[in-house]
Each structure stands twice: as C-alpha cells, then as structure tokens.
C-alpha cells in the first residue's frame, strides 16, 4: 500500500436538543422567554477524518452558537480513545446558530442591567443606543440555561461521529475552490451621520443617515473530498463568512448553514451513493449580518396588537421564505466552486497544529466563575485570556480555526500576511464563551455593540492575527 496516499472518511449524527431547552443567540424570544416551542429541522455533528501513513486529523462541525474549550476537549480525549488520532489533531468547529440551544454561559463585559436595556428587544427592533456602554462589567449570559443532560449525549455524538468517520476510511482525493455570493452577507457596523458606530438594525433617529459600512469577504470556499476511483462525492467542508441566523422565533434550526449543506448534499449527490457529508464552517463574521428580504417585517418584527401566537406563526412563514433564499444563494455558490475545481489530489501531505495565544482583556475585566474555561487557560498571563488557534493542512489547503467572533477585516490581515494558498478560516473554532467577538484596535475606538459586549479589549485582534500567521508560517515551511 502506498504510505502516502490519502484516505478519508465522513459521518453525522443528529444532535438535536428536546424541545422546552433554552435558545441562545438573542434574547428574549418572540414569545417572551428563551425556551423551544418545535423542532423546524435537525441539528447535526458532521465529522470528516483524513488520513496518510502516520498523519491523520478530523475535522467536526456542529451546530451550535459555539462550544466551549472544556467541551472541546471532552470530544477530542473522547475521540482519540476511540481512533487513536491524538486530541491535538481534532478541530470542533460550530456553525453559531440562533436558533439552537444555549450551550453555555458567555462572558460579557455588559452589566445585566445593560444586556436588559440594550439586547435586540423581543419586537425584533434594536435601542437607538446599543452599544453605547461606558462602564467594564465582569458578568456573563445564559448562566444555568444549559440543558446539562443534553449537553452529555452531544459530547458522545460528536465522539461517535468521529469515531464513525474514522472507521469509514477509503481511498480519496481532495480538492479547493472558491466562487462569489451575492446578496447574502452585509455589515452589521455601520458609520451613522453623528459619528456613532451601531447596528444597522437599530431604531431609526430622526436627521441620522447611515454613512458607511465595513466590509465583508465575498466569497465562499470549498475544501471538497470524493472517493478514488469512482469520484463520487464523499464529503465538502463549506467556508462562509456571514452571521447564519435567521431568527426563527421558537424553532430548533441549523438556520441557513444547515439549508446550505442540505441543498449541496442533494445537489451534488451521485445515483446509487449515498449523498456526501457537508460540513459547514463560519467565515469570520463577527460583523457581518444577512441581507434581509425588503420585507423584514414578514421575520423579524411583531405587530401592534398582533398576539403571541399569530405573529409567531407569520414569522415562521416568513422564516422559511428567507431560509430557502438565502440557504439557497449560498448553496448555488458553493456548487460554482465544487465545479471549478480543475485539481484533484490523490497523495497529499497532512499537518495538524495548534498554538496556545495570549488575547488581552479589557482594563477592569475578569472572568466570573460562570464562565467555562479548561485548566490549560487558567495559566494565562494577568488581565489576559489564553485561547488556541489551530490549523489542518492537506496539501496546500490549509483550514485556519479562531476562537470566538473574529471581524471580517482579521481574517483578510491573515490572507494577506500568511501568504498564498488556498486557505479557509473557520471561526466558532474550539471555543467560544469565555470570548465571544474579536476586533481590531480601531473597532475598539469607533465603539458599538461587538465591542462594548466582549470581554476582550483592544490589541486581542492584532494578538490573534500575529498568532494565526506564526502558525501557518510555521505549517507550510
């Protein structure tokens, strides 16, 4: 047998939570409260291992607002018992979710009283101010909302997945592509007339336009796997950078990143074989919002006496309308770039490595013990938080995961200073909770809600990306 040829394997197992769990990604819910009403659609651990000769990794996508590092670490030990790939090896990445459960308490320099005054009001309309938050509050949100029970069998799903995929090792090839989408991603930061920074979704104050927006990353990247031989498909892992929610009010739902992998799955399905496994990742989209249908009102907002029930129902309709648009573009965008790929290769190197990096805090920040941290973080440096970034290499693809939220705007500094390549980053990566977004010094100065809400002060985001590049420096010689 040739040592160095590829091998590869894919596996998913519904993890969806029981219906009445608390909801993470907003508060509160249409309904008034956090809790699930139904189940709209399943939600998913997908795993994908590649191995040759001694090398191997796996990558797991979930969806989920996030996972915490301690969580993290559960499914990598869990998984390596069963496979043999060493914990270091194994990248959880979640797809960040609203509409799925809360998965753990997220540290927020808000107080409560301004998480109360300032949070996306259950109307879906947003105060004038958010954002706007002089005082440093060491709290965090959703404390005692996760359903601990679930949480356990998710763990060993993701395991199993894993555990799955490894045993389903064939013969394959891999290859990269990337196509544009249209139409679905927007700032979220916008630049107001009077000099603010704010969501574009805030109320309306009268005399103040909207001057500009920060960027985003138009495109969407392919790493896509199918077996030798017959070619047919066996896994894709998609990388896109927009916020993936639709706000389903009370519905369980993998939102748009689970419409998109669906519609890829059955796309590019051959006859006779099973459809490939897609896993989706999340593109740096710490400030980056969906483009919404002209008419918002249809899923977003209640109506002047318009009771619970019925808006609730109204917005669901309006829910999948925009979920079959905007899961569809995606898709569409996702399959150009499955179509272009001119290069399929059969023998490709692996590489799997992480590096610990230390992200100040801002001046009068600690965690609060709610907050879930692995025992590596706590020997972080003082008023720092110690997070990983990670990278999965085969061949000259690589995919980068960061922690938490990062802004569009770090993830294009690491493309350019890391050099070339095809290279997806996955946010979401590894943790998520004791950080939530991450951003450049300047962002820190403009102000807003992103960074008014996170634990992390200014220099985290130059600190991530110096630390992303020194790893893929340190990958690719």
């Not at 496979?83 to 194994?90: D, F, N, Q, R, V």
């Not at 801002?362 to 013990?369: C, L, P, Q, T, W």
């Amino acid at each position: 047998m040739d040592s160095s040829a590829l091998n590869a394997g894919a596996a998913q197992r519904v993890i969806t939570p029981p219906v009445g769990v608390s909801m993470s990604g907003w508060n509160p819910r249409v309904s008034g409260d956090i809790k699930s009403r139904y189940v709209r659609d399943d939600l998913y651990a997908k795993a994908l291992v590649l191995s040759a000769g001694e090398r191997a990794w796996a990558l797991v996508a979930v969806d989920l607002s996030g996972v915490d590092a301690v969580a993290t670490e559960d499914i990598r030990q869990g998984a390596a018992v069963r496979t043999g790939l060493s914990p270091e090896t194994i990248m959880v990445c979640a797809t960040h979710t609203h509409s799925g459960p809360a998965f753990c308490p997220v540290a927020t320099a808000y107080s409560p009283e301004d998480m109360a005054r300032l949070t996306i009001r259950s109307d879906g309309s947003a105060p004038a101010a958010m954002g706007q938050v002089t005082t440093v509050s060491s709290s965090a949100s959703w404390v005692g909302e996760t359903d601990v029970e679930w949480k356990s069998r998710f763990v060993a799903q993701a395991v199993e997945a894993v555990e799955e995929a490894h045993g389903a090792l064939r013969p394959a090839s891999v290859g990269f592509g990337e196509a544009r989408v249209a139409g679905v991603a927007s700032s979220r930061r916008v630049l107001m007339s009077d000099g603010s920074w704010g969501d574009p979704r805030r109320d309306p104050v009268e005399g103040v336009r909207v001057v500009s927006r920060t960027n985003i990353d138009p495109l969407v990247r392919v790493f896509a796997v199918r077996e030798q031989g017959t070619e047919a498909p066996l896994a894709a892992v998609i990388n896109y950078g927009t916020h993936p929610w639709i706000f389903c009010g009370s519905g369980i739902s993998a939102e748009i990143a689970g419409a998109a992998s669906d519609r890829v799955a059955n796309t590019w399905a051959c006859d006779g074989v099973e459809p490939p496994v897609v896993l989706y990742t999340s593109g740096p989209e710490g400030d980056v919002t969906p483009i919404w249908n002209v008419d918002i009102d249809e899923v977003w907002r209640t109506r002047a006496g318009e009771d619970v029930e019925a808006s609730l129902a109204r917005r669901e309709r309006g829910f999948d309308r925009e979920l079959a648009r905007l899961g569809g573009r995606v898709a569409d965008g996702a399959m150009a770039a499955v179509r272009g790929i001119v290069g399929w290769d059969g023998a490709p190197e692996l590489w799997a490595r992480r590096k610990e990096v230390a992200l100040p805090l801002k001046a009068g920040y600690s965690h609060v013990d709610d907050v879930i941290l692995a025992g590596w973080q706590r020997c972080a440096p003082e008023c720092h938080h110690l997070t990983e970034v990670q990278a999965l290499c085969a061949g000259e693809a690589v995919l980068l995961g960061l922690p938490g939220e990062p802004f569009v705007s770090l993830g294009t500094e690491i493309r350019t200073r890391s050099g070339s390549g095809p290279l997806l980053i996955a946010a979401l990566a590894n943790e998520f909770g004791a950080i939530s977004y991450i951003a450049e010094r300047e962002a820190f100065d403009q102000g807003g809600y992103e960074t008014a809400f996170t634990p992390v002060g200014p220099g985290s985001g130059e600190a991530l990306v110096d630390g992303a590049v020194a790893l893929l420096r340190e990958t690719r010689d």
